[in-house]
């Protein structure tokens, strides 16, 4: 009998979809698409998440989810351990007596009961009072963020209204961001392209209306746990309209009728420097939440842009290039870049705290036939 991830799986291959299309598509993360098709479903945080990303990703697939679902059910109940032990223990007597003693103890409730309700009647005691109902459950609260930033603390189920654009607000296009649980020490925020997680004294950026531009990013401030309930304390930030202008990138003032304004970029920054050109390696380790994008350059084997949403501790690495790689980062201080080649490893800097970088990290030869490894940013 076909299995579940074998389903899914031949049914993506049959389509001729690659794992990094259907993250793009479904805006799933590749990790959790290959948990599915592995069967591997300790990678997921909870069996609320197993099912709904069956769900989204069988209705990617044009796949049947009620079909799906039971096959997902038929593996944990298989997974299930039988109780051979109990099977093999001869029955107890000690229930018999148990449910003898539990008889007595019923007779000799039902006995003192009357007696209280004749005593009481007696003496004209009144009736004791009802107990109280206890408390409605908490109703979810829906805020509103009309300026720059939004500060409140948060619980579950908790949402807030916010415009991509603040100039719009009140003529539509509000976008809605809710708290859906916490688990460990990271708050799970949907948003308009899906879940984001984002722990204790960290960021992560969001993207409203999935434009490729981030429209705001949110902090988690403090947790505050309890048996009733547990809240976050939230902070949302909207990102500047325009990225401030560095002194290396100001504009060359001349006259309009000599020439036209000219954007002047900073020098390129020289990693490696070799008669010949040799392939090179580029590795990541992220310290924080950061939307990463990367582009292997004139290889038509590798063409295409892959995009992916990593945590803390994530990494990440791009093997033997032969030309270049061009890479777009939500905030340039988000990881810890290095590039090997050539027997060496050379750490590389490409911003400053918070600011989004687009950059090739590329071969060039100069005037003098010598081939030099360069980082190039370019305009954002």
């Known amino acids: 009998m076909e299995s579940l991830g074998e389903k899914l799986r031949m049914t993506r291959e049959s389509k001729g979809i690659s794992f990094n299309q259907a993250g793009l598509d479904t805006k799933l993360s590749i990790r959790y698409l290959e948990a599915l098709e592995s069967e591997n479903f300790s990678k997921f945080p909870g069996e609320a998440y197993i099912t709904g990303f069956i769900k989204n990703y069988g209705a990617y697939l044009d796949l049947d989810p009620n079909e799906l679902l039971g096959m997902y059910r038929a ?139 981030f429209d705001l990013r949110v902090i988690a401030i403090d947790y505050a746990w309890s048996i009733a309930d547990t809240s976050v304390l939230l902070r949302f930030e909207r990102y500047a309209a325009e990225r401030p202008v560095s002194p290396e990138m100001q504009v060359a003032i001349v006259p309009a009728a000599v020439a036209p304004r000219v954007m002047r970029q900073p020098e ?35 063409r295409g842009r892959n995009e992916r949403f990593f945590q803390r501790l994530d990494d990440l690495t791009v093997p033997n290039m032969h030309n270049g790689i061009r890479i777009w980062t939500s905030n340039a201080q988000a990881a ?42 370019l305009e954002v």
């Not at 539990?102 to 009647?121: N, Q």
């Not at 603390?153 to 539509?172: C, I, N, Q």
């Not at 050109?277 to 990367?294: E, V």
């Open 75 to 213: 593996i944990k109940i298989q997974e299930q351990p039988i109780p051979v032990d109990q099977l093999l223990k001869r029955p107890s007597a000690l229930p018999k007596i148990a449910i003898g003693v539990g008889v007595a103890l019923v007779v000799f409730g039902l006995v003192a009961l009357v007696f209280l309700l004749v005593t009481s009647r007696a003496y004209g005691a009144e009736a004791p009072a009802p107990a109280l109902p206890p408390p409605p459950p908490r109703l979810s609260v829906e805020h509103i963020m009309g300026e720059d930033s939004f500060e409140h603390r948060f619980f579950m189920g908790d949402s807030l209204l916010v415009s991509a654009d603040p100039e719009f607000a009140d003529a539509g296009g509000m976008y809605r961001l809710e708290l859906l649980d916490v688990i460990g020490e990271d708050a799970v925020i949907q948003t308009p392209g899906g879940p984001v997680l984002v722990g204790p004294n960290d960021y992560a950026s969001i993207d409203l209306n999935n434009n490729g531009a």
């Open 268 to 302: 390129p920054t020289v990693i490696f420097s070799s008669v010949n050109p040799h392939p090179f390696t580029l590795q990541a380790d992220f310290l924080g939440g950061n939307m990463f994008r990367w582009e292997v350059l004139l290889e038509p084997a590798r």
């Open 336 to 377: 810890r870049f290095q590039v090997i080649g050539g027997g060496r490893s050379v750490p590389v800097e490409l911003g400053s705290p918070g600011e989004v970088v687009v950059a090739d990290i590329r071969w060039v030869r100069g005037d003098d036939n010598v081939f030099r490894l360069v980082v190039a940013r």
